[in-house]
């Protein structure tokens, strides 16, 4: 169900399809030559509809609650601000998308925080994505990843405890 937002703006379809976990309905949304820039790593991209469909299999596979709370923009470049959960996590993401002339989406720049939830969604997420490569890998991307994603959702508390003003 879509979140009590405009529903008359060149990302509202997304949205929709997004909260609902439709993949198809997602990748019908995005321009064959998509580019969507990864949250958690700068050493690769996802391209064109056939990456981006893998991914959103995954992604909607992992997070939970998804609900979009704001959208702003104009036609060609929006910004899209939602919430979710990944394994009881909170996390926030906020993407940057540009839409082509067409009104389809041709890249999304994806911004996750807080830091617990991002290490979350990598930890749950990276697997994922390295399985379809091969079960080597996942379990290579989980060993890097958990020990990180326990350190900041267990630290996170002290942390704040002795950094607040």
């Known amino acids: 169900m879509l979140s009590e937002l405009d529903a008359d703006t060149p990302t509202a379809a997304y949205r929709a399809a ?7 309905a997602a990748v019908a949304c995005v321009a064959p030559d998509v580019t969507l820039k990864s949250p958690i790593t700068d050493s690769f991209a996802f391209h064109g509809r056939d990456q981006f469909r893998v991914l959103m299999e995954d992604v ?7 609900r979009y709370v704001a959208d702003v923009g104009d036609d060609r470049t929006r910004m899209l601000k939602g919430t979710g959960r990944v394994n009881g996590i909170a996390i926030e993401e906020a993407f940057l998308v540009t839409l082509n002339g067409d009104g389809l989406i041709e890249r999304v720049e994806l911004f996750v925080r807080p830091l617990p939830g991002l290490t ?19 379990i290579a991307v989980a060993a890097m990843i958990k020990p990180l994603a326990f350190m900041t959702r267990s630290g ?6 002795l950094a607040r003003p």
């Not at 997004?18 to 198809?24: C, I, K, L, P, Q």
């Not at 909607?60 to 998804?66: G, H, I, N, S």
């Not at 979350?120 to 399985?131: C, D, E, I, K, Q």
């Not at 996170?156 to 405890?161: L, M, V």
Request: hydrophobic share 45%.
């Open 18 to 24: 997004a909260e609902a976990g439709d993949v198809e």
């Open 120 to 138: 979350a969604l990598a930890a749950a997420l990276g697997p994922r994505v390295a399985r379809r490569r091969s079960r080597s890998r996942a």
């Open 60 to 66: 909607f596979a992992v997070l939970e609650d998804r």
């Open 156 to 161: 996170e508390g002290i942390g704040a405890r």
